[in-house]
């Protein structure tokens, strides 16, 4: 719990090996939150354009062509979900054992992808036009800050963001954080298998829970009169990314890296990113810039705990109803609607054909 800018309290549990505010946990899709302030920083710095087409910066992977314009795709629209990119992803990960994908076979056709998703990295409906997860869209970032800087993702990561907030023990790099150790992830009271990742900026962050409190309060006026984004990024790119910039069922979802959970009553939102992954990893990292309050869960065991539990706190501390539905779900699920109207419309005009043909012909 943070309150008022700061660590306020904490608790641990676990059925198995003792955890603490150090142990290490893989933080699936969160990642793709942090990821978004290295993408911020080179902004920031003007190695990067927000609205600029990123096949600007590629030169190891592009877009395959499309039925549209791929010059709409850029990096404020795959920061939020809408540049057009129907790959779905969701990555499974690889088991033990097994090989993960380079980041740019990753691109061409995840090898990992959720059950039920299409995994080829591509335009498929027009940039803009609407909100579509897209994990792959978290990948291509990660391509493109290695192009942009020529550095590995995890060390420009650790030297861009993680030392300047004194995040000491996070880190992208699977090795390190093994070394480090991690927490046992669970299915239920089962230990389960630890995935590994192709596109890590996407999916496999490792950090804990002290380290999470500084990014989080890294968000926050200090208490000492620093300001947000503590160096790293400056407090007005800290506020851009919570502007609204993806909506779905007339509701603001999504900024820069974002997730926007619900209005706070001070025409901001609590904001933050969840994480979930197989085979029961479930993290939610949530932040209340009006009261200066977040919270981390980090979890294991239950599908949706995380979710449910910070959607408990955003209620606690603004009244209001919290916006996390399983947006990536209900897409799918508005898709297949609109595929099952369309074939009954189909079928009803062909059964009306046919019965005209019955009655003129």
């Known amino acids: 719990m943070i309150e ?11 059925v198995g090996d003792p955890i603490d505010a150090s142990t290490l946990f893989q933080m699936a899709s969160v990642s793709k939150w942090v990821t978004s302030w290295g993408v911020m920083a080179l902004v920031q710095q003007g190695r990067l354009e927000l609205d600029a087409p990123v096949s600007r910066y590629l030169t190891r992977w592009q877009l395959p062509p499309s039925a549209f314009d791929n010059n709409g795709v850029t990096v404020r629209r795959l920061l939020s979900h809408t540049a057009g990119l129907t790959d779905g992803l969701g990555y499974h990960g690889f088991a033990p054992g097994t090989q993960a994908q380079s980041l740019e076979d990753s691109l061409m056709h995840a090898a990992d992808p959720m059950p039920g998703v299409d995994g080829r990295v591509r335009v498929g409906r027009e940039p803009g036009s609407r909100w579509e997860y897209s994990g792959g869209g978290f990948a291509l970032l990660e391509l493109i800050i290695e192009e942009v800087t ?14 300047p907030l004194g995040m000491t023990r996070t880190t992208y790099d699977e090795g390190v954080a093994m070394e480090r150790g991690i927490a046992t992830s669970y299915a239920g ?3 389960a298998a630890h995935y590994h990742f192709g596109a890590p900026g996407a999916a496999s962050l490792y950090s804990n829970l002290t380290d999470l409190a500084r990014f989080v309060t890294a968000h926050l006026p200090g208490e000492d009169g620093t300001l947000p984004g503590r160096g790293v990024l400056q407090p007005e790119t800290v506020v851009e990314m919570r502007v609204p910039t993806a909506r779905m069922v007339g509701a603001d979802i999504w900024g820069l890296g974002t997730i926007l959970y619900v209005e706070n009553g001070a025409s901001d939102h609590v904001f933050g990113h969840d994480g979930e992954n197989y085979p029961a990893i479930s993290h939610t990292v949530r932040i209340d810039p009006m009261t200066r309050s977040g919270i981390i869960i980090l979890s294991s065991g239950k599908a949706g705990f995380a979710a449910r539990l910070g959607a408990d706190w955003a209620y606690w501390k603004t009244g209001n109803g919290d916006n996390s539905i399983d947006w990536e779900s209900l897409a799918q699920t508005i898709a297949i ?3 099952l109207i369309a074939v009954l419309v189909a079928a009803w005009v062909m ?3 046919h019965s005209r043909r019955r009655q003129f012909g």
């Open 4 to 14: 008022d800018g700061r660590m306020f309290d904490s608790y641990f549990y676990s």
């Open 150 to 163: 020529h550095d590995r993702f995890g060390h420009f990561m650790q030297k861009t963001v993680f030392e």
């Open 189 to 191: 009271s089962t230990p």
């Open 351 to 353: 059964r009306g054909a």
């Open 337 to 339: 609607g609109a595929g």
